[in-house]
């Protein structure tokens, strides 16, 4: 009986976190489909572009984007229905992309306000990550298990 009283918030809580990652994705899409706007989504990823450039990687800033634009779709619709599989991809997503865009540590450069927003943006990003592994550490991995009671006929 206590397995039906978790599933609600189980599920809701699955979908709160996966809810950033799907947002995300599709408006990735929405902006790519517009000329004007397909600008602000490559300047987004302009760190992940110069750090693959760094390794000697010529990648197509769109079509990077909409690499990235699926795994986060992707991570997020399979987290919702209780895949670890969406909570590797949400990782593989999360944890290069915080480690490459929120450098709070090299922003000596900068004012001590942009400084400290950088390390805000690293520790919600960190926090995510903490969340998806909670929740491939806590799940059993049978997406929207359903119990069904035996018939008596």
């Known amino acids: 009986m206590a397995a039906i009283s978790n599933t609600f918030p189980l599920v809701l809580a699955r979908f709160m976190l996966a809810c950033p990652f799907l947002i995300a994705s599709v408006t990735t899409f929405a902006l790519l489909r517009d000329k004007a706007t397909t600008g602000y989504v490559i300047e987004e990823n302009k760190a992940l572009i110069r750090a693959l450039g760094d390794f000697g990687k010529q ?68 926090g995510l990550l903490g969340g998806i592994l909670m929740f491939m550490a806590t799940t059993d991995g049978v997406p929207l298990k359903v119990k069904r009671k035996a018939h008596l006929d």
């Open 59 to 126: 990648v197509p800033q769109d079509k990077l984007a909409i690499f990235l634009a699926v795994l986060q779709g992707m991570g997020g619709f399979l987290m919702v229905f209780n895949h670890k599989f969406g909570g590797l991809l949400l990782t593989l997503y999360l944890l290069p992309m915080t480690l490459l865009t929120q450098q709070f540590w090299k922003e000596e450069h900068i004012s001590l306000g942009l400084q400290q927003e950088a390390l805000v943006s690293f520790l919600k990003n960190f």
